[in-house]
């Protein structure tokens, strides 16, 4: 059965994280906490920590799409757009998709970032898709990827126990048969900024030693707040995008959450009816990586997907957003 209608389908994935590992036993010696705690709280044991002078979300970022180009046996000159969705820029400006194309030689892409925080890989994806649908262009590279380390507050024992560093890369190209993005569904709601933001740094409020001296320019979140929306709104729009696909939790082969939580990711995987054996799971080695997630699921379990699978993306982030994107998965690996 042919489709007349041109999608986008994810035709490689690579990832990467930093060597540094941050062990919940280094934490303890940190902050007010122990292994015990954090892991039955989030189910984190550890995460990755860029270390280095000078080394931003762009080191990570480029590192995944080397890897990314040379799976799929393509030179950088051949992309025509890289989105980078990430929380964390190298720089207020230029985009640090701009530094990416550089860093790997990609004369001929044009870039831009994407900042919707967790949801920024799903939004990015869904954006480079319609790139492709609409015939403009042929390769498209998405990275997800964030140094959340440099906006997390080692003295904060509820947000510095979340999150590590990471990225991933996937190159989207016109698909063939029926297999690729099949739909998405994307959300947000600006009222659920005041439980999770960083306070300053931006044009609303610059830096300013007063700034800094009340350390306001890394994560601020309310736990309680989030986790509720979270859970609500992640595990909804996964079950309406399956509902509105005819899928069953016998037809998904896949669901990718993003691993903010593992109660969230729990949550989600029950409301729509999914076993465990189906849900991807890196948190307890990587944390929350942000924007790095879901690529880094894709590239872990890339081995054990198959052409035709029905996989679903779904995340929850700062802002809120969130959403939920099916793809039909194009490749056996």
Known sequence: MGNTKTLAAITAVNGY????????????????????????????????ILKGEGKGTSDMGAEAVKGLLAKRGIDASEIDLLICATTTPDLQFPATANIITDKVG?????GFDINAACSGFIYALTTASKYIESGTYKKIVVVGGDKMSSIVNY????????????????????????????????????????????????????????TIDAKEHFVYQEGQSVF??????????????????????ETVAWLVPHQANKRIIDATASRMGVGPEKVMLNIHRYGNTTNG???????????QLHKGDNIILAAFGGGFTWGSVYIKWAYDS
């Open 228 to 249: 509720k929306f979270a859970v609500t709104n992640m595990a909804d729009v996964s079950a309406e995008i399956m509902a509105r696909n005819n899928l069953t939790a």
């Open 106 to 110: 990609a004369k001929n892409a044009f």
């Open 17 to 48: 994280v930093p060597d540094y590992i941050l062990t919940n036993a280094e934490l303890e010696k940190l902050v007010d906490t122990t292994d015990e705690w954090i892991q039955s709280r989030t189910g984190i044991q550890e995460r990755r």
């Open 293 to 303: 997630t879901i690529p880094l699921c894709l590239w872990e379990w890339e081995k």
């Open 155 to 210: 003295e904060d024992r509820t947000t510095c126990i979340i999150f590590g560093d990471g990225a991933g890369a996937v190159l989207l190209e016109p698909s063939t048969d029926d297999n690729g993005i099949q739909d998405a569904i994307l959300k947000s709601d600006g009222s659920g900024r005041i439980h999770l933001h960083q306070k300053a740094g931006g044009s609303a409020k610059p830096a300013s030693h007063e």
